[in-house]
């Protein structure tokens, strides 16, 4: 009986190979998919060849050479530069392409993106994912996904290689909407961790055991569980999130709030403490540091 042969994936293109970018296709890789990558830093570019990665000299490569493109980005002026910049994927880009844009942006850049996706053939999806850098390490990230209903059959392939799960969220933005919501409890639930640990470090409790029998009850939650340990620890330099990335979002989250009349009484005060975090310096730290921004608060 001849075996069957063996169906190599079709290519992806991936554009931005940060912390969550590097992660997300590192899984595609161990998933046996060709993976076209660029980014604008050398050094990202040289990991991603040790790592078995095909590299690409600009986005407009990239397009070339695939059918579906991830990208990972960290800012609006990023991801337009991709999208129809000079050497941006319009330049390389087939008939077709299916562009699945990963970033926490806002839903106005989002729109942005896809206009000028469309002008040159291709489909961009609002498709941001939930999860810390070290979630994505662990293939454990959500993916929000939302936009033309081919382009997402298209893409799922690719999704379900790095992520847990794929919610099909409708319409185009809707991806971006959810992720705005879920990103404002992990603003709050992570400074909620922070305060429960300081009473219990204060109290005289063991923090290991807090994390333990605490997290094993109601009051439970995913960044008690992720970051809790971080903050027991006290270390806060190997970020899996830094407060630089959570300023931005928190930006993002306050102005949609706004802009569709939405109170955020909670999310507000927690936003102060992020701010503080700054103010100590601590810009590049883990957002688990808002734990050493409490304990400061009191004196230790």
Known sequence: MTPDPVVTPE?????????????????LLAAGFPVLGFDVDAGRRAQHEARGGSVCASPAEVAAAT???????????????????????????????????TSTLSPETKEEGRRRAAAFGATLLDCPMSGTGQQARDGDLIAYLSGDPEAKERALPVLVAFTRAQHDLGAFGQGTTMKLVANLLVAVHNVAAAEALLLAQRAGLDLDTVLAAVGDGAGGSRMLQVRGPLMAAGRFDEPTATVATMLKDNALIAGFAASVASPTPLFAASAVLYHAAVAQGRLGEDTACVYGVLQRLAGQ
């Not at 940060?18 to 590192?26: L, Y």
């Not at 994927?89 to 077709?96: E, F, I, T």
């Open 11 to 27: 290519p992806v293109g991936f554009v931005g190979l940060g912390v969550m970018g590097s992660a997300m296709s590192g899984h």
């Open 67 to 101: 059918d579906v493109v991830v990208t990972s980005l960290p800012s609006a002026a990023a991801l337009l530069a991709v999208v129809d910049g000079e050497q941006g994927l319009a330049a390389g880009a087939r008939p077709g392409l299916v562009v699945v844009e």
